[in-house]
């Protein structure tokens, strides 16, 4: 059974700051996902991650994957009040066009 | 609006009775799934269409729930007989398999609230 752990769930943080979400999984895989959720909304998707040592940015947030550790990472540069939201990973099985399992989220505050 | 769109936003029933949600997804994709989202916590998978066929279901999909994209268009949700334990937002999402990475797009989702 795939599992995606997520840490931490929980982060705030002043603006300005960096900081790094890391994304663990327990079975191999090609693709992961990051989506954005604001409260009461549905998932925006971030980032596509298809292969080992992916790195993707986009403005003030980057994504990398490392498949052999199973792990991704979103860090976050000079922080914003507008970053403020859940972020998710998400996983799919290797060479799966199925369902995504993900993470439990971490919840990211940013202060003034 | 191009995106994935579902029906109702919201719904409020009580105890024992059906609903039946709507998605319409992205025009050009030919899958579909429907997941579930309680506070707090990220989605988890129910079920997955492409075209019309209904290639898998989770566990969470109890005999109560049935699902159906009878044009491999639009999909169809039905709770049966609800329980408290199905108050829930039930996201949609398509993507197109003619893409190597499968990128699934969410609607907006579906807020039941069980009383």
């Known amino acids: 059974e795939l599992k995606v752990e997520q840490n931490p769930l929980f982060l705030s943080m002043q603006e300005g700051k960096n900081y790094t979400i890391y994304c663990n999984y327990s079975t191999t895989s090609d693709r992961l996902y990051w989506y954005r959720q604001d409260p009461g909304k549905s998932l925006e998707s971030l980032f596509v991650l298809l292969s080992n040592g992916a790195v993707k940015q986009e403005g003030r947030l980057m994504a990398s994957l490392d498949t052999k550790a199973r792990l991704s990472t979103l860090h976050i540069t000079a922080a914003v009040h507008d970053l403020s939201a859940t972020y998710f990973c998400a996983v799919v099985l290797y060479r799966s066009a199925r369902q995504l399992t993900f993470g439990s989220g971490t919840q990211l505050t940013v202060l003034p | 609006d191009t995106g994935v769109s579902q029906n109702p936003r919201h719904k409020i029933t009580k105890r024992g009775q059906n609903v039946t949600f709507r998605c319409d997804p992205i025009s050009e994709h030919n899958r579909l799934y429907w997941y579930r989202q309680t506070l707090g916590q990220g989605p988890e998978f129910l079920t997955y269409?492409?075209?019309?066929?209904?290639?898998?279901k989770s566990r969470l999909l109890s005999d109560r729930f049935s699902a159906e994209r009878p044009k491999g268009s639009f999909s169809t949700l039905e709770i049966q007989r609800t329980e408290q334990g199905d108050s829930a937002m039930y996201l949609c999402?398509?993507?197109?398999?003619?893409?190597?990475?499968?990128?699934?797009?969410f609607g907006p989702g579906t807020r039941l609230t069980v009383l």
């Open positions: 999402a398509s993507s197109a398999s003619v893409t190597s990475y499968n990128e699934q797009f």
């Open positions: 269409f492409q075209n019309e066929a209904q290639l898998e």
